[in-house]
């Protein structure tokens, strides 16, 4: 990645849900900033640079880069960003009612460094969205999957096939964010939502999909092909 994409990257205008964190910092900091000078209280002015760093903070992990998404109908795309943590046949969330054959997961943790939308693995309809309640567990974990606040999505391929993104809230995660809703047509690499400060995302091929990536890799939502389908 050149130095300019580097630059892009971090500078990406921020997701709309960055809005109220963006003005009450920023109202914070030229506030207390303003009443610390004005009173010559240290404190304010520590408050201030405090709650300036919050809203530096808030620019960078809201940010929404836009993404090239491959021009190809017979692959899955990363739905996320971050690292690989989990690569293991399982059965789909019970909640989706895509029945009880194990399939390939694909499980990816996102730490607050990283890009934190959500984009559509492949082409298709949102046949069903449940969400489920729970733990706020280090979402790493993979017990994470079962045990945490969570919300699942199925979503349709043109061929019948189906496939399921997950996301997962972790331990400091406290907001799942879904952008649509049942019966929804998307596209490869289309935004869904996101998920807010540290979570997990886990993509469910179909059955006899053979995931393309392994653990420890780092995913680009959107980009990365995670496998053939």
Known sequence: MSLIDSFKLVLAPPHPEAKPFLLASGATTLITRF????????????????????????????????????????????????????????????????????VWRIATFLSVLDVHINRMPAAGTVTRIAYHPGQFLNASL???????????????????????????????ARRIVCSVSEGTKMEAG?????IRFGSRTDLYLPPGVEPLVSVGQTMVGGETVMARL
């Open 35 to 102: 009443l610390g000078k004005k009173l010559s209280c240290p404190l304010l002015r520590h408050a201030g640079t405090a709650s300036g760093l919050f809203f530096g903070f808030c620019l960078y992990f809201f940010r929404d880069p836009e993404r090239t998404t491959p021009a190809r109908s017979d692959v899955a795309v990363a739905p996320a960003d971050g690292r690989v943590v989990s690569v293991e046949k399982i059965a789909p969330p019970a909640e989706l009612g895509m029945g009880t054959a194990p």
């Open 142 to 172: 993979d017990k994470a999957s079962e045990l945490n606040e969570r919300n699942a999505l199925s979503l349709t391929l043109p061929d019948g096939r189906m496939i399921a993104v997950v996301q997962i809230a972790g331990l400091i």
């Open 190 to 194: 289309e935004r869904f939502g996101l």
